[in-house]
Each structure stands twice: as C-alpha cells, then as structure tokens.
C-alpha cells in the first residue's frame, strides 16, 4: 500500500503521507511525495498544494534505522523534495501532533505552516549528536533570526504551537488539517503577497553582532558536545552567507557529525531508553486516580507531575501543617511554571483542583495506586504500608517512593505483596525525568508492567530494577561519590575533582553535588549502609567530619566549599579539615592530574554496573545508561557509563578494579562478569546484556 496519497479539491492537490507509527521520512514515503509534488507542480488544474499526514503525528523526522544504513541518502532525498516544493505551486503543510527533525525541514519549505492548536514544532537532531542537515539551520535562521534558532536547534526542544505562531515558525492556527488548510491556501492564492522561499529571505539575518554566538559558543563548551557548536557555525552561517552557500555548509557539517563517537553514543542512548521501556509479560492497570502519603518535597513534587498530566491525587499527611506547607509550596510553583509561560494560568488552575489533601487514609478508598513518600525509616514504611493495605481497594497498587530500602520488608507488612513495588522518582519529581521501577520478589508482572505505564503516561523516563540497596542508580553513584571522597583524602582538591567531573560533562561534580543535598542527609544514609559494610572495607569520614563541624553544605552556607549567593567558593577551613581526616587514617596526600581522577571517577560505575548485571539488578547494560543520563546527567554524548566504559576498553575498567580493590576491598574488585568479557574480548550486548 502506498503510504501518500494525493487528490485534488478546489483547485488544490492534497498530498497526505499515512506511514504509521510517526510517519517519518523513509524512503518508500520520500517516492510517494515526490511523485505526489511532480504530479501537481505538472497540473494547470492545480493551483496550489496542501501536504498534510494521517495518524497521531505530523513526520516526526527521519527514519533512524535508515539512516543508520545509509538510505537517507537514495533519491529521491529529502533535499530533492524540498526543493521540488520550493521551486513548485505554493504549499502549505497542515500540521498536527509533532513536525519535527525532517518533519519541520520539510515543512519549512512550504510556503506556509498552519498547525492545530495542541501542535509542537522541533528540530532535535542535537539529541543524536547531528544537526538538522535538510537546511534546518539555514531555514529557521532565516525566518526567526539566529536568537530563536540558537534557542530551538542547540536545545533541541519542542516548541509549542502558540509560541511557534508567535515566533513566525507557524503562519496559523487552524480547527483542522484538511479543510481550514485548503481555506488559507486560496485565500493567500486570491491576494498578490505570495512570500519567497525562506532561503530567499535576509530580513531576520540584518546586522547581526558576533557577541551572538560567542556567548552560545561558551555556554555550549562546557560539556564537550559536538553538536551544538557545529549548530552555532550553521546559524551564524545563515547569517554571513547566500541560502546555497548556507545549505553546502551545513551539509558539510552535518556529515562531519553523522558516524562519529558522538553521534554513535547518543544514537545507543536512544535506542537504550526505547529498550527499557518495552516488558515481555503483565498487562497495565488503568490507573486514574493515585493517592499520597507524605506531603513533603518528595510527595509534593510527585503529586505535580501526576496532576499536570490529568491524573487526580490525594495528598495525604498525618500532620496539618505539613498539608499546608505543601499546598503553599505547590502553588508557589504552578506561579512560576505560569510566569514562565511552561503552561498556562488555566492548565495551572486544571492541574491544582486534580490535587486534593487531607490527613485520614479513608481518602483513598477509591485509588488504584498509593505511593509513600515518607522519612527514609523501614518502621515507619512498614507502618504505612500496613496501613495502606487496609485502605486501599482490592485491586490497587502500593508503591514505595525509597530510594534504597528493601521493598520486600515493606511487602512483608501487607497480605498483597504482590501488589507492592517501588516508584523511586529523583528530585525533584516534577522536574526529573528518570523513575525507577522496582520488582520486588514477590511483585506480579501486571504490577510492575502497571508502574512502566504509569511512568510513560506522566512523560518521565522508566527502568525497572531489581530490589537491592539503591537500586540501580543510587547503588552505583555510591562507587562515584565514595571514589570522590578517597580521592580529597589523598590530596585531590574539591574543586579540581569537581572540575575533572564537570569538564567531563557532568552538569555537576560530585562533591559540589554532595553539598547541595545535604551533608546531614548523606550521613544518616551512611550510617544504615555502614552496618552492612564487611570488616576490611570502610567509608571515608570526611562527610561526617564536615558534619561535627557545623558544615552541612549549601544549605548552612558551607560544607566541602564555602557558598556566597549560592555560588561555591574554595575554602581553607574545609581542606584543613580534609588534612586533619588524612593525618589521622595515616593516608600521605599527593598530588593528581586529571586523566586520574577522571578514570578514577568513573570506571568504577561500570563495574559495579557489571555486577549489577550478574546480579540480575539491571537487565540490559543501557539500562544503567539511561539510569545515569536521566537520573545524574551523565553526559548523554557519551552515551551513558557502560557504553562510555566499552568504548574506552573493558580491559581498563579491570584493571582500575583491580587497583582500587587492593587498597579499598572486595567491592571495589573487578567483577566475574567484567573479567570474562575483557578477557574474552566481548562486549555488553555479545554476553546477552
């Protein structure tokens, strides 16, 4: 079946793609439009065209898979339709859903975009480690000015349909694709002011200052991609040169990009998140209506991201006052989500009402999932689960928000334990995108495929763990932050550590992170994972020690660094008291160069990844990466920890394992899986993860 099909109607040819799932651009689609454009461009029947799709989606960009292998390129390309639009009949593309990557390139060789109210424009090629190479850069440059174009192709963001109407991306809301469509065509066909083709224009390109993209240039440095400062070349192209010499230029940087470490990396990256959400069994409960214990940040900032998403919540607190708190504190930033324009005041007043509170569990006798999202204390875990079980219909679903305890002892304390999983979300929780789903022992798959579902419908990132202390995530930033902690013992200073880190790509370095959350609160974790640790192991004391000193980080203005407006300053009095620890354990500083500290940060991750893998923790090694690129901001062009760590060779991971273990103990050691596939010469994927 051909997938575009073409009719014509008061004088206009309409040309729809229908190639499900996202219509994106393969070759099959790129001969139907190109022999659909040829048709009406030869007909003096047709006096213009209306290119418009079927399904959820406008094109949603190119097929990746296709791509991969190199069809991109078999013509009739993308690049030959477009200009076969733009030398052709005036066109407008009717959008709905998301124009995106090709989708938006395509688009914008149109004459013009009109799109539905609830549309999204982008071009998120940065996302795989490209640049839109269909004339993205040179067009939207052209049409919106280099300070939009930075905005939108550097970020990668989808913008919506009112801000792209207010940007000049769109030309028009419209009630629908087809008919409305067809209407705005002839009526721009009855007047004279036909525009030129986008490349044609130079209005929004005039005088443009160079401190431009010397700004965007140092921001996009910072974390080592490619990408972006390829895009900010393009942009400032289309701003210096003719719309030919634009499109050879940004050609050539786009295969610059294409097969590189970066764009491998990224491209491993999204196919991971995809992998981790499919599930080979259980079958997902509707969930319509999720209840809340604990209205703190954590309970708070889950009951946002529910709500924001049509789901109704019952926020649920033994104490008033902390109802109150939280009620203030979720107006407080539907204000700012408003005055940032992230939604408007009536999605905001929408979402609110979805929120209700109060401090009697009889409020969710009607739930079909209860989260707890209390102090991190398994009596009092226990305690609310049992009472959850009571409360909560037969067929719902109890849910712990921990971060690391032992769901199966929560389990434990109901007579559903099969019902019982863990939702651990980051914070803050209507912010961060990754959500740990966690099987406990006895947790059915129809519970766990219920929290995946879940998960996706409320637009975060899910990966199922197993049940462990930390799960995946947190289990392995222990070897991350522990390492950070040795390394300040040794003589490595807080800020080159967190330099080292941050030069990296991390948004963040892990002692400046350590200060951010609270030194007390990362001691009173410790001391529970120090009961278990073996005898010939130990835990650096420098965070108990900044915490005897009165130094808990940000929040009490000082901690590893001093703070001043909230911006970290070195400080003597912290490295005095780092000297002071190293006296004491008998360790003699030294000094280190950053290759060190890098590897000695890092390549523990993998490793412990590995064992999380024998371990059954993690199913797939990408899971680990997702884990780490949404949940700690690892640098996604690395393309997450393990596959960073196999590309760097699995060789090196062993022998830093190896190293580390003799001074530190057996869990530092290489594990069983990662010696076998060094040895072996094997990657993730060949050993079946």
Known sequence: MNPVSYRETRGIAVVTIDHP????????????LGDAIAKANADDAVRGIVLRTEGSTFVAGADIKEMQQGRHLESPTVREIQDALQAGKPSVAAIHGAALGGGLALALACTFRVALPD????????????????????RITRL????????????????????????????ALVDDTDNAAIDFLNAALETDDIPGPILDRTDAVQGIESAIFEAARAKAERRGAKAPLSIIDCIETACRAGGEEGLAFERAAFDDLKG????????????????????SQGEALPIQRVGIVGAGLMGSGIAIALANKGISVELVDRDAGSLEQARARIDQIYEGTRKRGLMSTEQCRIAQELIGNGTDYTRFAECDLAIE???????????????????????????????????????????????????????PAHIMKLVEVVRGEASTPDAVASGMALVRRIGKVGVVAGNCDGFIANRSLQFYTGQAEFLMEQGASPEQID?????????????????????????????VRA??????????????????????????????????????????????????AARELGVEQRSFDDDEIRARLFLPIVNE?????????????????????????????????????????????????????????????????????????????????
């Open 21 to 32: 799932p996202v219509n994106a651009l393969s070759v099959v689609v790129r001969e139907g």
């Open 119 to 138: 549309a999204q424009a982008g071009l998120p090629e940065v996302k795989l480690g490209l640049l839109p190479g269909a004339g993205g850069t040179q």
């Open 144 to 171: 919106c000015g280099p300070a939009t174009a930075l905005d939108i192709v550097v970020s990668g963001r989808k913008v919506p349909a009112q801000e792209a109407l207010s940007l000049g991306v769109f030309d």
């Open 260 to 279: 590189g470490d970066q764009n491998k990396a990224l491209t491993h990256a999204f196919f991971a998140e995809r992998a981790a959400a499919k599930l």
């Open 373 to 427: 999202a209390v102090p991190e204390k398994m009596e009092l875990k226990e305690q609310v689960f049992a009472q959850l079980d009571e409360a909560l219909p037969p067929h719902a679903i109890l849910a712990t928000n921990t971060s690391s305890l032992d769901i199966d002892r929560m389990a434990a304390a109901t007579k559903r334990p099969g019902s019982v999983i863990g939702l651990h979300f980051f914070s």
């Open 499 to 527: 330099r080292v880190a941050e030069e990296f790509g991390m948004p963040m370095g892990p002692v400046a992170m350590r200060d951010m959350a609270g030194l007390d609160v990362a001691a009173l974790v410790r001391e």
């Open 531 to 580: 009961k278990t640790l073996p005898p010939e192991e130990r835990l650096s004391p420098l965070i108990e020690k900044m915490v005897e000193a009165g130094r808990l980080g940000q929040k009490s203005g000082a901690g590893f660094y001093r703070y001043s407006d909230r911006k970290r300053v070195p400080d003597p009095e912290a490295i005095a008291i780092i000297q002071q």
């Open 609 to 689: 990844g590995a064992r999380e893998l024998e371990e059954g923790i993690a199913m797939r090694a990408g899971d680990i990466d997702v884990a780490w690129i949404n949940g700690y901001g690892f640098p996604a062009h690395r393309g997450g920890p393990m596959h960073w760590g196999e590309q760097l060779g699995l060789d090196r991971v062993v022998a830093m394992a190896e190293r580390l273990g003799a001074d530190l103990g057996p869990r530092w050691q290489p594990s069983a899986l990662l010696k076998d596939l060094a040895a072996n010469g094997r990657g993730w994927a060949e050993a079946g993860y």
